[in-house]
């Protein structure tokens, strides 16, 4: 499903008939509300201040036609070229992404519609990583992406697939996956203080919940995961 981007506030006719989902990850949104006031994590930065030919990951929310979508931006500042990865179910059609909220159903993992539209996002959170650092975690998206063939709105959702890089990354993430997407990402800035850069030693987190069984090459996290997302695609 392409996730066609609505006007802010918007959550579509879909909304009705995903209710009892989304009921259902109302009782963990509640409990990782705490997450919220988590102490923040700073890290040095590099001595100098410029971003320019440094690698990034920037950590995106914009509108969609119910919850919202959660996806990445990834590349090389400077560029033109922009690399896009979010999970979603793989048509346009409606039903997919409904019979999503019971069962997991074929995914893809690249650019959706709105993504680049700067008109409908909702929040941004960029982090730089110099070069090491970031081909490592480049490569660790193409894996995650060609290891993860199905969408699923309550355990396998495109929160949970950003999150996922995030904790690969080092980052403090939110507790649950079933946010939406921009209260998400605004907590993901929020607890790790803002800090512009990847640390160069990862902080220990809580375990990351797995793709559906479908998936069964889901790629191991060596710096560790979380996984918190909104069932928000």
Known sequence: M???????????FLVGLCAVAISAGLGIQAASAQDATAT???SAKPQSTSTKGMYYVDF??????SYGHAFVWYGRSGQRQIEVAGLHPATESVIPYIVGHVLPVLAETGKSYGDLDEEYLTASYRVYMDEAQGKEVIAYIKHLQATSPVWNAATWNCVAFIQTIASHMGLRVPGNHLLYPEEWVNRLRALNGGRR????QPTAQAPTPRAPAVATSKPSTPLRQTVEAAPRT
């Open 2 to 12: 392409q996730h066609r981007p609505a006007k802010r506030g918007s959550l579509g």
């Open 40 to 42: 923040a994590v700073t």
């Open 60 to 65: 995106r929310a914009r509108t969609a036609a």
């Open 197 to 200: 850069y990847m640390a160069s």
